[in-house]
C-alpha cells in the first residue's frame, strides 16, 4: 500500500463513527454565499448533500441569493436600498426577490442536485404553510443615549412559526427539500426573511441533530485573527460584548445560540470557499470551521 492510498483509507476509517453517529440525523444546512456562485462549489456542494442522504443522514437546504437579486435589480434599473445590511423592501422589490429566489436559484439548486443523482424538492416559505411570518419592526441603534429609530423595511419579515409536516412527508419519502427563504403572512402577504434566520428556526423546528452556517470567512476568529474551533454560548457572548466578534458575523452567532436554546444540539459556521467543507467538517476530527455549542 502506497502513501497516498493508506492516507485516503485513513480518511475514510476517520469519517465511519461519525457517519453511524449521525445516521438518521436531519442536518439544516444554510447554502449561500461563494459557495453559490463559484460553479466548482456549487458541483462540490451538490455531491455533499447527495452523499449525506445516501449514507443515512437528512440534509435540508436553506438558501440565500443576495448577489443574484442584486444582479436582476441593476438590469431593471431599481436601485437598492440597505439599511444594515438589509434590503429594504418594497412591493416592487419583493417581486423581483421572489422571482429570483423562488423562480430561479431555487430551481437551478434542486436541478443540480438531482442531475448529479439525488432527488431534491424545490419549496418556498409559502408551500405547504411551511414558513408564517411578520413584518419585522426594525430598531436602529444612534449614538449616545438618543433613542433608536424605527425603520420601514417594508416587505422584510421574521418568522413566526414553521410547520414541519411537508419537511416530514418528504424526509420520509427519501427527497431532500431545498427551500428559498420567503414566507407568507396571515393576510396572505409576501415577506422577504434572512436566509440564516429561516434555516435556523427550520432547525429547531425539526430537532435537527446540526444547523451549519456556509458563510464567506473561515469562522469565528480570535482577536489575533485565528480561527476558534469550538465555542461556547457563553464565550460566544463575551466576544462579542468586547468587540471581538462584530459586523456581520453577530446575527449569524445570534442565530446559532438561538438554535442551541431551541433544542439543536450544535451550530457550525464554516468557510463555504472551500471545497467539501461541510464533509470536512461533519465526517472529520478536527473539521474547518467553528462549532458553537451549549
Do not use: W
Not at 453559490?36 to 437546504?61: Q, R, S
Not at 439599511?83 to 416592487?92: A, E, F, L, P
Not at 424526509?171 to 436566509?195: C, L
Amino acid at each position: 500500500m502506497t502513501f497516498n492510498d493508506e492516507y485516503r483509507a485513513q480518511i475514510l476509517i476517520e469519517a465511519l463513527p461519525y457517519i453511524q453517529k449521525f445516521n438518521g440525523a436531519r442536518i439544516v444546512i444554510k447554502y449561500g454565499g461563494h459557495a453559490m456562485v463559484d460553479e466548482k462549489l456549487k458541483n462540490d456542494f451538490a455531491l455533499d448533500v447527495i452523499l449525506m442522504k445516501y449514507i443515512g443522514v437528512n440534509p435540508i437546504v436553506v438558501h440565500g441569493g443576495g448577489p443574484q437579486i442584486g444582479n436582476l435589480l441593476e438590469q431593471l434599473s431599481i436601485k437598492p436600498e440597505f439599511v444594515d445590511g438589509m434590503r429594504v423592501t418594497d412591493k416592487q422589490t419583493m417581486d423581483v426577490v421572489e422571482m429570483v429566489l423562488v423562480g430561479k436559484v431555487n430551481k437551478e439548486i434542486v436541478t443540480l442536485i438531482n442531475r448529479n443523482g439525488g432527488s431534491a424538492v424545490g419549496l418556498s416559505g409559502k408551500d405547504g404553510h411551511l414558513i408564517t411570518a411578520k413584518k419585522m419592526q426594525y430598531l436602529k441603534k444612534k449614538n449616545g443615549d438618543q433613542p433608536p429609530e424605527i425603520i420601514d423595511m417594508g416587505m422584510v419579515g421574521e418568522v413566526t412559526s414553521v410547520d414541519t409536516n411537508i419537511l416530514m412527508s418528504l424526509i420520509k419519502s427519501e427527497f431532500m427539500p431545498v427551500i428559498a427563504p420567503v414566507g407568507a403572512g396571515k393576510d396572505g402577504e409576501t415577506f422577504n426573511i434572512n436566509a440564516d434566520l429561516v434555516a435556523g428556526h427550520v432547525a429547531a423546528s425539526l430537532n435537527a441533530r446540526k444547523l451549519i452556517l456556509l458563510t464567506d470567512t473561515e469562522g469565528v476568529l480570535d482577536s489575533d485573527g485565528r480561527l476558534i474551533s469550538t465555542l461556547r454560548v457563553e464565550e460566544a457572548l463575551q466576544l462579542i460584548n468586547d468587540g471581538t466578534i462584530k459586523g456581520g458575523m453577530i446575527p449569524k452567532i445570534n442565530c446559532c445560540i438561538e438554535a442551541l436554546n431551541s433544542g439543536v444540539k450544535k451550530a457550525h459556521i464554516i468557510d463555504g470557499r472551500k471545497n467539501h467543507a461541510i464533509l470536512l467538517e461533519i465526517f472529520t476530527k478536527i473539521g474547518v470551521g467553528t462549532e458553537l455549542v451549549p
